[in-house]
Nanobody
Framework: QVQLVESGGGLVQPEGSLRLSCAAS????????MGWYRQAPGKQRELVAR???????NYADSVKGRFTISRDNAKNTVYLQMNSLKPEDTAVYYC????????????????WGQGTQVTVSS
């Protein structure tokens, strides 16, 4: 079973920084995109940042200029550098991968990590 292993969450003070990492436990035949979503208590899960195979990125308006997503295709790993963190960034952050595990899988599927808690508080 595919696992997306996340790391890097924790407690940080406002204006601090954290770097999240997410690695797939196996190689994929193809990956369309990888990204990060977050869910705060009482709110719906929302897209934070996403990066395609070709390197195109998109960000939630609330994190533009503060967060940077990057990926290492060779390692099937995606990173999220989070700077100038705010209390409203507090949430569980989930890694997402959209791709085909094997060549015989004709359509791409979404895979999710277990989530890592990010808490921004003084």
């Amino acid at each position: 079973q595919v696992q997306l292993v996340e790391s890097g969450g924790g407690l940080v003070q406002p204006e601090g920084s954290l770097r999240l990492s997410c690695a797939a436990s196996e190689r994929f035949f193809s990956i369309n995109a990888m990204g990060w979503y977050r869910q705060a208590p009482g709110k719906q899960r929302e897209l934070v940042a996403r990066i395609t195979r070709g390197g195109s990125t998109n960000y939630a308006d609330s994190v533009k200029g503060r967060f940077t997503i990057s990926r290492d295709n060779a390692k099937n790993t995606v990173y999220l550098q989070m700077n100038s963190l705010k209390p409203e960034d507090t949430a569980v952050y989930y890694c997402n991968l959209n791709g085909r595990r094997r060549v015989e899988f004709l359509t791409a599927a979404d895979y999710w990590g277990q989530g890592t808690q990010v808490t921004v508080s003084s």
